[in-house]
């Protein structure tokens, strides 16, 4: 079932009060102009950053890979 969310009228209120929020604007200006990507090098992205990132946190988290499994079809179209 998906119900709407209704919100009681102090946090609506609290939500109006936040969007008219100087300094809560200005904080987020701040971490939008400090913000990067760390799989991007000059504007391109690095899959070889991407991939090594991945390895290793499957490896911190010890995860189990999968077999691989190859698919059968031979028309696939999308």
């Known amino acids: 079932m998906n119900r709407a969310m209704t ?3 102090k946090a609506e209120k609290e939500l109006h009060s936040l969007a008219r929020s100087a300094t809560l604007k200005k904080d987020m200006a701040t971490i939008s102009a400090s913000r990067h990507n760390p799989f991007s090098k ?3 992205v690095d899959a070889d950053a ?3 990132f991945v390895s290793a946190f499957n490896e911190f988290i010890n995860h189990e890979p999968k077999p691989l499994v ?3 079809d031979k028309d696939m179209r999308l």
Request: hydrophobic share 60%.
């Open 7 to 9: 919100l009681s009228k």
């Open 70 to 72: 190859h698919m059968i």
């Open 50 to 52: 991407y991939i090594l």
């Open 42 to 44: 000059a504007g391109i």
